[in-house]
DNA sequence: CAGTGGTCTAGACCACACC
DNA sequence: GTGTGGTCTAGACCACTGT
């Protein structure tokens, strides 16, 4: 029951797809196979059936059965070639490094970060601001500081600007949730960012807050976030402690 | 002829698909209207017509134009929404996050970029470059170093490992081309890669080779590149001036 | 050659948003 | 209601791969 072949008949064999569901019958299958590909029950390199021989197994016509496996490409699960067909590609496991990123920290170690509100109030944009947003220079803006910590220990000082318009949660509510979150209560309905990653020295009073020595090597990342609209909703400057946080990448093809 | 509905109409009256060509007619329709929108002619915020009444101006069927519909969807360039319609988003920026290699980054901003082979010789392999390609320690790996610069000015050290039987290309091309484009022109066809990127300060010889002084603070970059079959046929460990370079990454929702 | 994925068609029904 | 996009079907032909 370990080769390729039988292992893949039984993940199909056990399964069925639910017409009653709300949920897409092609999102169904891809989420099985999915499952059954990060829990290795399909291995690294074992080809899949062709298509309308697994669509005739699950009871969907073979348009179905492509949307799903369409699916699986999009995600790097499998790789295919006509005229060859479809291989399991596992996706990699990542190796910690020293530096862990605030990703792992989470998850290892289940602790969940804290925030500390440093300032939240309306002020009027400056001439760099304004220009980032996308404003007139003077109109009204929500000014944010926050430091995020992890097990104790500050990681990153996070300064945020908003247009003054777009912002109608409670202030207090920063502490206890993420950003990005309040935005989607709000309504905002976000549609494509850009990062900037840069390094620099720490000056003496970041340095006190992050708790790192004058002049220690620090990450920044700065944010134009852009709702669907096309207007910039956010423009982040984050400063992190680069001895305690990295950033992880994913990318595919 | 320029509100949105008659600019609309004269872009998909002048345009038709040709059945004769190799290119899938989806494509062909999804092309055109992504150059419409980047060229302006069809505006932010644009209601383009439902898809059946495209479909049959182009002469396609409803899934063709689908197709070519999700193409947009997943370029970031239109919004659609289930009784509404489907809107024009103008990008703001045009590149979708991709594997690039510095080398293509710096020629594509129109930076010349030079390359100095500093190292270039095949050894066995150390624990920690076997444990990252997933060799056995003392396999034969190729070890690179390069400097590369912009405008007369360093901007990287990059060191790459890469396991001893993929490397098919001449030593020489490294310098006039990046390493990505010469792993695939040797046949490797790449799948994904995980990038950490983080930040410390320069040593004194890091300081000398990159022109900064020692203790500035430097931009760092780990990555693993795994090929199709699953194998990771490189892992790179970059070095960057960071008052000349910073990392720009762009996400769609 | 036979088998694979890639493309395309012409219908159909549904869920959702607005009037 | 009416109109939109979202999903699904049952076929068809083609291009590519390996034998």
């Known amino acids: 029951m370990s080769d390729p072949t039988s292992a893949q008949q039984s993940v199909l064999e056990s399964f069925s797809v639910d017409r009653g569901s709300p949920i897409p019958l092609w999102f169904q299958v891809a989420e099985h196979l999915e499952h059954a ?66 990703y792992d920290d989470l998850s290892s170690g ?42 104790g220990e500050p990681i990153a000082r996070m300064t945020n600007h908003l247009p003054g318009d777009v912002v109608t949660f409670a202030e207090t509510d920063l502490v206890g949730a993420g950003l990005y979150e309040l935005l989607r209560r709000s309504g905002v309905r976000l549609h494509s960012a850009v990062q900037t ?37 956010e423009y982040a400057s984050h400063l992190y402690a680069a001895s305690r946080y990295s950033f992880e990448i994913h990318l595919v093809t």
Chains 1, 2 share one sequence.
């Open 37 to 102: 590909i990060v829990s290795h029950v399909l291995p690294q390199g074992a080809y899949l059936d062709n298509e309308i021989a697994m669509a005739e197994r699950l009871g969907v016509s073979r348009p179905t059965m492509r949307r799903a496996m369409e699916q699986l490409v999009d995600r790097g699960l499998v790789v295919r070639r006509r005229g060859i067909g479809t291989r399991v590609v596992q996706p990699k496991v990542r190796r910690p490094l020293e530096l862990t990123s605030l």
């Open 197 to 233: 990653l840069g390094a620099r020295a720490a000056t003496a009073a970041e340095g006190r807050l992050l708790g790192e020595p004058k002049g220690a090597a620090l990450l920044t990342m700065e944010r134009e976030t852009t709702d669907e609209q096309g207007r910039v909703v």
């Open 110 to 151: 289940g602790q969940a970060p804290t925030t500390e509100l440093l300032r939240c109030e309306r002020v009027p944009a400056g001439p760099e601001v304004a220009a980032r947003l996308g404003l007139d220079e003077g109109t009204e803006v929500v000014h944010l500081e926050r430091l995020r910590s992890a097990r």
